[in-house]
């Protein structure tokens, strides 16, 4: 099974509206990644943020984690149509030596449809 | 600079043929990953080149699939004998060190294999 699992696992909303999406996970992480993907093809990294983080912010998009509930949630900001794709936490996992190669494991994603 | 690239866009091939999937990594990236994308599921990790060397193939399904990277550039994944299961998106990305190095993973458009 995927270490990422995505909650929900479809979002739809309206222009403007914000979009938060979960994430959780099962073991030890280096750092977890948010991607986006439309139609099933090119996956666009959004942002990282390390396993000593807790926030952080990139335009309209803001990420959280806490490590002590192994969960992550992506929230966008007054969003737009074009906001409308699949979104992918990965985590980068340590493996049983305790080291990693930034490997990513993802969870199945949320689809985000944004209406105009 | 070029993103990375992959060829090619589509393959229809039938079951039993070998096939053969191009990445071409962004120039000087040390890091290339290979991964599958099943219609609805999030990417899985096949392998992890660093430099000539597979560092972690431990995603590969089975010995019908092989990878390899001989100048630590453009690294090819060969499929043989393919089954109907094998049709996928294949994925390929890079990243400039490696190594848990806390880096972003740069995604190609990938190749859509299907084996009839």
């Known amino acids: 099974s995927q270490q990422g699992e995505e909650d929900p696992q479809a979002l739809s909303i309206q222009e403007g509206e914000n979009a938060t999406m979960n994430c959780s996970y099962k073991t030890s992480i280096n750092n977890l990644q948010w991607y986006r993907q439309n139609s099933g093809r090119g996956l666009v990294h959004l942002i990282l943020?390390?396993?000593?983080?807790r926030e952080k912010h990139s335009g309209r998009l803001r990420v959280t984690l806490d490590t002590s509930k192994k969960s992550s949630s992506l929230l966008i900001t007054a969003s737009r149509a074009a906001d409308t794709a699949s979104y992918f936490c990965a985590t980068d996992a340590f493996n049983a030596g305790g080291t990693s190669y930034g490997k990513l494991t993802f969870g199945q994603g949320t689809i985000l449809t944004v209406h105009p | 600079g070029a993103g990375v690239s992959q060829t090619p866009s589509n393959k229809v091939t039938e079951k039993g043929k070998y096939v053969e999937l191009r990445c071409d990594p962004i120039?000087?990236?040390?890091?290339l990953y290979w991964y599958r994308q099943s219609l609805g599921q999030g990417p899985e990790f096949l392998i992890y080149f660093q430099g000539t060397g597979a560092a972690d193939d431990s995603g590969l399904p089975n010995d019908r699939f092989f990878a390899v990277r001989p100048e630590g550039s453009v690294s090819t994944l060969k499929i043989q004998r393919t089954e109907r299961g094998d049709s996928a998106v294949y994925l390929c990305?890079?990243?400039?060190?490696?190594?848990?190095?806390?880096?972003?993973?740069?995604f190609g458009p990938g190749t859509r294999l299907l084996v009839l």
């Open positions: 120039s000087g990236h040390t890091a």
């Open positions: 990305a890079s990243s400039p060190l490696g190594l848990a190095a806390q880096e972003t993973q740069y």
């Open positions: 943020i390390r396993s000593n983080e």
